[in-house]
């Protein structure tokens, strides 16, 4: 049977950044996912990726910390200097404007294709020989009081002292031992494409809620596009995806009185667009169960949330870096798996995880309910957040998000 100290199962962003992680620490790592033999080809010319992401400085953080942020091609990356998120009454005054320079920081995010960092993560992973990748399925996990045995379906076994179950929303290992995970469904789909735009997006990340609960975010990318997340019914995603070019235009000249026409000028569809459902997961645990916890949940294994504020992927970065953080400062007495570092990383990740659920999952509800009083409570609100420093200052500090390596 093949050993190792750490397998990470999973191959989306978090596990590839925290198997390069746990490498990089000296340990002796091997990843699991289906497709990790298909090499990511680095995204190139005018057609963008169909998965964008904002990306928070803590990502930038923990990406600089791999080596990985200055091999990135930055061409493809666009800073954001404004947030401009708007109430559902269509005045002027319901209005929050969220802007780096008034934060004195550089940029309050990034926005990038999926497909860059992951291809700048695989090129990284080929040159680091205590990483080991295997394309395959975990079928089954065993874990006891030395480690656990994963049995793949490919017909082999490995042994490891820790397993980091990176597998995604529907995580086969947390079902497998039993963490139960809250979930609810946002009954809408996000719809998302990339448009060109006539007019300069200012480097600013637009997001309007509507009437009737629906959001759309306009983010910015280099030139003159912006990639569109648009939360909305699952009926009326699927409508919103057999649309043509001169539907979409309609569409966007039917909401929030033409408001996105006059900021961005004329759009021109430059992807196929994509739905995908929303929900909400917490794990009730973010390590194995009590006995013998050598199983370590991190990204959406853990928990997904609605991506209004386009924090779920920073989110599991965070776990990436903590766990990071106290591996790599472990007592040299310490393994791994030792019981007090993984109830240090599952103490650590719980106030970050559980704040961010509930500002989202609140926001969500608040900007969904209809009665009028709702409404004019909350554009009333968002006025007045915007008219306080001090919350605004918060509000960005949690945008940020906040690592530190030592
Ligand atoms: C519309 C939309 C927009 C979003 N925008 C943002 C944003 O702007 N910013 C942001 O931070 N987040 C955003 N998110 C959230 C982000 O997409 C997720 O949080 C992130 O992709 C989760 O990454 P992950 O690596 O945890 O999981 P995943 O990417 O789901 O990866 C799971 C991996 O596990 C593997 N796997 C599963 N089962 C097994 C098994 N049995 N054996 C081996 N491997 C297995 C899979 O093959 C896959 O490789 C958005 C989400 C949506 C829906």
């Given at each position: 049977m093949r050993t190792a100290d750490v397998v990470v199962v999973g191959g989306g962003i978090a596990g590839k950044a925290c198997a390069l992680g746990l490498a990089q620490l000296g340990l002796q790592t091997i990843e699991i996912a289906p497709d990790l033999g298909q090499s990511i080809a680095s995204p190139q010319g005018t057609q963008w990726g169909q998965r964008i992401y904002a990306f928070s400085p803590s990502t930038q953080k923990l990406l600089a910390h791999l080596q990985i942020w200055d091999a990135i091609d930055h061409s493809r990356l666009?800073?954001?200097?404004?947030?401009?998120?708007?109430?559902?009454?269509?005045?002027?005054?319901?209005?929050?404007?969220?802007?780096?320079?008034?934060?004195?920081?550089?940029?309050?995010?990034?926005?990038?294709?999926?497909?860059?960092?992951?291809?700048?993560?695989?090129?990284?992973?080929?040159?680091?020989?205590?990483?080991?990748?295997?394309?395959?399925?975990?079928?089954?996990?065993?874990?006891?009081?030395?480690?656990?045995?994963?049995?793949?379906?490919?017909?082999?076994?490995?042994?490891?002292?820790?397993?980091?179950?990176?597998?995604?929303?529907?995580?086969?290992?947390?079902?497998?031992?039993?963490?139960?995970?809250?979930?609810?469904?946002?009954?809408?789909?996000?719809?998302?494409?990339?448009?060109?735009?006539?007019?300069?997006?200012?480097?600013?990340?637009?997001?309007?809620?509507?009437?009737?609960?629906?959001?759309?975010?306009?983010?910015?990318?280099?030139?003159?596009?912006?990639?569109?997340?648009?939360?909305?019914?699952?009926?009326?995603?699927?409508?919103?995806?057999?649309?043509?070019?001169?539907q979409w235009l309609d569409q966007f000249a039917s909401i929030a009185n033409g408001v996105i026409l006059k900021q961005l000028g004329e759009l021109t569809l430059n992807s196929i667009p994509a739905a995908y459902p929303l929900r909400k997961i917490r794990a009730k645990r973010f390590i194995g169960p009590e006995a013998s916890p050598k199983v370590?949940?991190?990204?959406?294994?853990?928990?997904?949330?609605?991506?209004?504020?386009?924090?779920?992927?920073?989110?599991?970065?965070?776990?990436?870096?903590?766990?990071?953080?106290?591996?790599?400062?472990?007592?040299?007495?310490?393994?791994?798996?030792?019981?007090?570092?993984?109830?240090?990383?599952?103490?650590?990740?719980?106030?970050?995880?559980?704040?961010?659920?509930?500002?989202?999952?609140k926001l969500k509800k608040l900007f969904s309910a209809s009665s009028n009083t709702e409404r004019q409570l909350r554009n009333w609100g968002l006025g007045l957040v915007n008219k306080s420093h001090f919350i605004k200052q918060r509000l960005i500090e949690r945008a940020l998000g906040e690592i530190d390596f030592e």
């Open positions: 666009q800073p954001v200097r404004d947030m401009r998120i708007y109430g559902d009454r269509g005045e002027k005054n319901d209005q929050l404007h969220l802007s780096a320079f008034e934060a004195g920081t550089p940029q309050l995010a990034w926005i990038g294709e999926s497909n860059l960092i992951e291809h700048t993560l695989d090129q990284a992973s080929r040159f680091q020989n205590k990483l080991e990748r295997i394309s395959d399925v975990v079928e089954k996990i065993h874990v006891d009081a030395d480690g656990s045995t994963l049995h793949l379906k490919n017909g082999g076994s490995i042994r490891a002292q820790l397993v980091i179950a990176a597998d995604g929303a529907n995580s086969p290992i947390r079902n497998e031992l039993g963490i139960s995970a809250s979930e609810e469904s946002y009954s809408q789909s996000a719809v998302v494409a990339n448009w060109l735009c006539t007019y300069p997006h200012l480097e600013t990340a637009f997001q309007w809620f509507l009437p009737g609960g629906d959001i759309v975010a306009m983010l910015p990318l280099p030139g003159k596009q912006v990639s569109m997340v648009w939360s909305t019914s699952p009926e009326r995603a699927a409508d919103l995806l057999k649309l043509d070019q001169a370590v949940l991190i990204g959406d294994a853990a928990h997904v949330m609605h991506p209004l504020a386009g924090q779920g992927l920073n989110l599991g970065l965070r776990d990436v870096a903590v766990l990071l953080n106290i591996l790599g400062k472990r007592e040299s007495f310490r393994s791994p798996s030792d019981i007090v570092l993984l109830r240090r990383y599952e103490r650590q990740r719980q106030g970050d995880t559980s704040a961010l659920l509930w500002v989202t999952d």
